[in-house]
């Protein structure tokens, strides 16, 4: 069922950034993104802004009452969702990874959100820690720093058995699912689409 869902789950979650933030491209800048650069980008930006994390992309909440959210599917253009997502975060690097199960894959880590391409199309996502920038929901309500216990009390909770990066979970049911992992006794990671997870 996971390869059917394009999770190829290939690492350590946690760690899957430092695998596939590596680029041949000697343009690309080494040093992560500061707070400053990101404010300078998004000098209007709200703060904490609504991000609810869909198995087949996501939505972004509008930035002012009244007006409308933002709905990134998986498929969508990477320039059309790689703007969307600059002007909640400010700009990204980018890295690629050609040893990825699911085929050679982009990153664009924005903060502790990361969007996954392919063919220059949206095809996942993952986020692995608090943002200053957006507060990020899952299906169910599920959030970073969820407790396990109530993690599992949701009721499409399944663990993923025998799973080398951790105590891996799967929410959504038979047909569309996100993934975790719990570190800690609470929700540490969240992955949704084509993934490059080394298992």
């Not at 198995?55 to 498929?75: M, Q, S």
Request: proline share 7%.
């Amino acid at each position: 069922m996971i390869a059917r869902f394009g999770l190829a789950l290939a690492g350590v979650a946690a760690l899957a950034l430092a695998g596939c933030q590596q680029s041949d491209d000697p343009s690309q800048p080494s040093e992560p993104v500061t707070q400053e650069q990101i404010d300078a980008q998004t000098p209007n930006a709200p703060r904490n802004r609504p991000i609810e994390l869909l198995p087949d992309g996501l939505v972004i909440a509008a930035p002012e009452a009244g007006g409308e959210a933002t709905v990134l599917n998986f498929g969508d253009p990477q320039d059309a969702v790689v703007e969307q997502l600059t002007m909640v975060f400010g700009g990204p690097q980018f890295g690629t990874n050609e040893e990825c199960g699911a085929g050679p894959m982009e990153f664009a880590p924005f903060d502790q959100f990361v969007a996954h391409f392919q063919d220059d199309s949206f095809v996942g996502w993952m986020v692995n820690g608090p943002s200053e920038r957006a507060t990020f929901t899952g299906p169910q309500g599920v959030a970073l720093g969820m407790a396990a216990a109530d993690l599992k009390k949701l009721s499409t909770y399944d663990a993923f058995e025998d799973s080398t990066l951790g105590e891996e979970f799967l929410l959504g049911g038979e047909e569309m699912l996100v993934s975790g992992l719990v570190e800690d006794s609470q929700v540490a990671v969240l992955w949704g689409g084509a993934a490059c997870n080394f298992r």
